[in-house]
């Protein structure tokens, strides 16, 4: 058997609602929740797969991760909100279970770029870096079958960086493009908007930010409107599936209700946020600098990228349709990105390393 180590490319992008994975297309993503055990109870899942039922212990304690944390933990954390990884010893273990759902045999090398929300700060980026490298031994069980895993892994190199970083690779590497373009890109995800702005291939601290305006705003908003019109308790999260499925007519306690005027009106207001921000933040680059292109990333493009993209090309920042970019998946993109930066570091690598990607 031959232990000579397999190097592995893999992006991670670690948002407040999902944590996404990428390692040559298998792509992976999971509720951004760890939570506590529930005593007593285990193998009640219909779904008995290993992303469904993520358990990890760190030889003292054991934490339930994504799925089965959200749906069974009687305490939950988010790892990430308000714009900001949370707490990065949560963030660490969660990194570990979703590493395990893709790694097959020990020994794999991995050459890792995560992405954090852009309020992180510089300390707490090191700090996850720094917790992620070197030898990590996995132990893992499966909470419906009871199978547990043990898995020895070594992170060779971990770049943390801000989240839109990714996509701005990934659009620059799928177009073909050599150069470091001048940019902006603009990833409105569920709890934060993340602005981040390239120039000369430099990240601009100053012309870079975060909102807290996002798809979360536009399911509190309708939320409380609906409240106050039906006198029901409504919970912004049960908004969430009638948002990503378009639907406008919800049913409340055998009532029906049609949220597109509402809707419509919130979109506007939230999206013009945004625009504006984006505005005070180019606003503060050298006037030499030129934006060459507007990329739109994060779940939150499937409902505010219309209104963006129109408020761009009313305020010059999109001149030409070309400029404004959005990818393919707009929710994979940072984690694409991040893995193909990844993979530069394997290549660099040398006759050392051999890759099977
Ligand atoms: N197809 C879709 N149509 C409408 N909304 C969608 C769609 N896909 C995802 N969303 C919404 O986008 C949000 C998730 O986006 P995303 O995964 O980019 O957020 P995140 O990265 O977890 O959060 P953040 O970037 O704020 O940390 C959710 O609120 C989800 O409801
Ligand atoms: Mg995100």
Redesign the pocket.
């Known amino acids: 058997m031959s232990l000579r180590p397999t190097y592995r490319a893999i992006g991670i ?1 670690l ?4 944590i ?1 994975l990428s390692c040559a297309g298998n792509l992976k993503k999971i509720p ?1 929740i760890v939570g506590t055990p529930l005593q007593g109870w285990s193998g009640f899942s219909g779904d008995k797969s290993l992303e469904k039922n993520l358990v990890i212990s760190d030889g003292e304690k054991s934490l339930y991760v994504g799925e089965l944390a959200r749906l069974q933990s009687e305490i939950k954390r988010a790892i ?1 909100s308000e ?1 900001k990884v949370k707490s990065i010893e949560d963030a660490i273990l969660a990194i570990k279970a979703v590493l395990a759902l893709i790694t097959k045999k020990d020994h794999d090398q991995i050459i890792m770029a995560t992405g954090v ?1 852009v309020a992180s700060s510089k300390k707490e980026m090191t700090k996850l870096a720094k917790g992620l490298k070197g030898n990590l031994d996995l132990r893992i069980e499966n909470e419906a079958t009871g199978e547990k895993f043990h898995r020895k892994l070594t992170i060779k190199n971990c770049i943390v960086m801000p ?1 839109p970083f990714g996509t701005y690779y990934h659009t620059l590497k799928t177009e073909g493009e050599s150069r470091a373009v001048d940019a902006i890109v603009i ?8 602005i981040l702005t390239l120039y000369e291939g430099r990240i601009m601290r100053q012309a870079s930010g975060s909102l807290e305006e ?3 705003t536009l ?1 509190h908003r309708i939320a409380q409107e609906l409240q106050n019109q039906t006198g029901k308790i409504i919970r912004p999260f049960d908004l ?1 599936t009638a ?2 499925q ?1 639907k406008d007519i919800l049913t409340i306690q055998g009532e029906k209700w049609d949220i597109a005027s509402m809707k419509e009106y919130h979109i506007e207001i939230i999206a013009d946020v945004i625009l504006d921000e984006v505005n005070r933040l180019i606003g503060t680059l050298p006037p030499d600098a030129i934006i060459e292109k507007v990329i739109l990333c ?3 493009m ?2 505010f990228g219309g209104r963006l993209r129109a408020g761009f090309e009313q305020a010059g920042l999109a001149d030409h349709p070309e400029m404004l970019a959005m990818p393919e998946d ?2 994979m993109s940072n984690a694409r990105g991040f893995e193909m930066f990844a993979r530069t570091f394997v290549n660099g690598l040398g006759v050392d390393g051999y890759n099977e990607l």
């Open positions: 992008d948002g407040t609602s999902t996404k951004s990430a714009g929300p989240e990833d409105v995800g569920h709890g934060s908007t993340d996002a798809t979360d399911t969430m948002l990503s378009q994060g779940g939150g499937h409902i707009p929710v």
